[in-house]
Nanobody
Framework: QVQVLESGGGLVQAGGSLRLSCAASGSFFSIDAMGWYRQAPGMQRELVAHIASGGNPAYADAVAGRFTISRDNAKNTAYLQMNNLKPEDTAVYYC????????????????WGRGTQVTVSS
């Protein structure tokens, strides 16, 4: 079983910053990719940023240049540094972890966290 836990959300004024963390724990061989998604009320969940096991981050157009995704493989943790936040960034942010269960040939298996709320006031 794999657990994914997000933290770091909160309330911030427009122009401010927050740093989200996503920690994966449990029984698995290795972590392949990690990604941050968000879902605003009445909207579909959307990809915010994604990072593969060897790096190579990718971003949604709406956050490129403001958000930075990174990961610490030794800690099985991904981070999302969010700068110059805007009211339209308000959403529940979810972390998805793609796990290789028993070997590099046994992946990916997707696990989601429960989300952390980010609210940006104008």
């Amino acid at each position: 079983q794999v657990q994914v836990l997000e933290s770091g959300g909160g309330l911030v004024q427009a122009g401010g910053s927050l740093r989200l963390s996503c920690a994966a724990s449990g029984s698995f061989f290795s972590i392949d990719a990690m990604g941050w998604y968000r879902q605003a009320p009445g909207m579909q969940r959307e990809l915010v940023a994604h990072i593969a096991s060897g790096g190579n981050p990718a971003y949604a157009d709406a956050v490129a240049g403001r958000f930075t995704i990174s990961r610490d493989n030794a800690k099985n943790t991904a981070y999302l540094q969010m700068n110059n936040l805007k009211p339209e960034d308000t959403a529940v942010y979810y972390c998805k972890t793609d796990v290789c269960a028993t070997s590099w040939y046994d992946c990916p298996h997707d696990y989601w966290g429960r989300g952390t709320q980010v609210t940006v006031s104008s």
